[in-house]
């Protein structure tokens, strides 16, 4: 039993693997991800039209932005829960899930193009389109705390929710 382990262990290879370069290729755009108190999505389209793949290209960013934004919502309205006494959690957990489902799709519809270029990919009449969209964190507060205002009744602590919104979207990055 020990002899062959001793056997195992030394039939490994005494000589180097020589290693290939690696290829490194930064994406136009990728760069102007990390912007302070704003949601953005990067994304990348490719078709024999440029129109057609800037509108490819546009529609996987607004899903990612989508995405971006309901997770961001989620995690700011259980953190908010969170700090609430237990009779308002029920109350103000429906409340704002209501009100941000609609700020977000007006939102979105709402989203600005941040950078946009396009390329040949190749030499058979292809075409890539990248582009960054964002959406302001602090225009989403302010659009959210408008229609909450609206609303006779309820007591939401707009700081609260304005501060924990900003985090939530800053430690993302």
């Not at 382990?5 to 005494?14: E, F, Y």
């Not at 302070?36 to 996987?60: F, Q, Y």
Request: proline share 2%; charged share 25%.
């Amino acid at each position: 039993m020990i002899l062959a382990a001793i056997i195992l262990v030394s039939c490994g290879t005494s000589g180097k693997v020589a290693q290939k370069p690696v290829k490194t290729h930064v994406q136009p755009g990728t760069e102007l991800l990390g912007a302070p108190n704003v949601l953005r999505a990067w994304a990348v389209g490719i078709s024999d039209s440029e129109m057609t793949a800037k509108k490819k290209a546009m529609a996987t960013a607004s899903a990612e932005l989508a995405r971006m934004l309901n997770s961001a919502v989620t995690t700011t309205i259980d953190d908010y829960c969170v700090q609430l006494s237990e009779g308002e959690v029920a109350t103000s957990k429906e409340f704002l899930s209501q009100k941000t489902n609609i700020v977000s799709t007006q939102m979105l519809k709402g989203i600005r193009t941040v950078f946009d270029q396009w390329e040949p990919a190749d030499s058979k009449g292809m075409y890539k389109n990248y582009v960054v969209i964002e959406l302001s964190g602090e225009e989403f507060v302010k659009k959210l705390i408008e229609t909450l205002d609206k609303e006779q009744g309820q007591n939401i602590n707009k700081e609260l929710l304005n501060e924990l919104f900003i985090k939530t979207i800053n430690s993302n990055k």
